[in-house]
């Protein structure tokens, strides 16, 4: 089986509205408003350009920042910071480490890959940063091929670009959508909710 990793808020932490509590302190004043806060710009089309490389650092914070009437100092600040808040999940990245195992053995694992939405910007820190992204056999980054999911075409560039055969490949993604996506494609697909969820799930297909 081979198995697509997404990264973050499976792989990785990811977790905006709580950095926005501390970045707008005087415009958010509980975790509920800063999540709100939060969809406004992580959910904004401008930051879906900025997943998929069309739209630079400099350009989303400036837009960002006039649209939410926000201090341009402190959207900079927020943006600048979140690539070093992705942090390893510690359930997960212990799973993938004992999937690595079993892919180095050939114990049901044929292959190990990651499909991210990822600014340019963050997706050059994780690799800067993290080594254990060389466990992956390949992976894309939005930002690298100018589509993010749930476009249908980054899944498709991901199954051609390593010869990926749909039914023995298994996608896991914290957003239920995305997941839907995979399955139209014909692969697998497990509803990343936490590390024990994941590993129970994957348990019951014999991994």
């Keep these: 089986m081979n198995l697509v990793f997404d990264f973050g808020a499976v ?4 977790q905006p509205g709580q950095f926005l509590l501390q970045i707008f302190p ?3 004043g509980s975790l509920e408003a800063a999540r709100h806060l939060a969809h406004q710009v992580v959910g904004h089309p401008d930051w879906h350009d900025f997943d998929r490389g069309v739209l630079d650092t400099a350009a989303l914070i400036e837009r960002t920042s006039q649209r939410l009437d926000l201090p341009l100092a402190s959207v900079q600040a927020l943006i600048n910071g979140i690539g070093e808040r992705l942090i390893p999940i510690d359930g997960t990245l212990a799973l993938l480490q004992e999937l690595r195992q079993r892919r180095l053995t050939q114990d049901g694992v044929t292959g190990l890959y990651y499909l991210s939405n990822m600014p340019d910007v963050y997706a050059r820190v994780l690799e800067a940063n993290f080594a254990f992204l060389q466990w992956f056999d ?3 980054f939005s930002c690298d091929v100018k589509h993010i999911k749930p476009d249908p075409a980054i899944y498709q560039l991901l ?4 010869r990926l055969e749909p039914t023995t490949t298994l996608f896991i993604d914290d957003l239920k959508a995305n997941v839907a996506v995979a399955r139209t494609l014909g692969w697998q697909g497990i509803h990343y909710e936490s590390p024990q969820q994941l590993q129970s799930q994957l348990a019951l297909l014999g991994l």
């Design 11 to 14: 792989l990785f932490t990811w």
């Design 159 to 162: 199954q051609d670009r390593y």
């Design 26 to 28: 005087g415009q958010v």
């Design 138 to 140: 390949g992976g894309i």
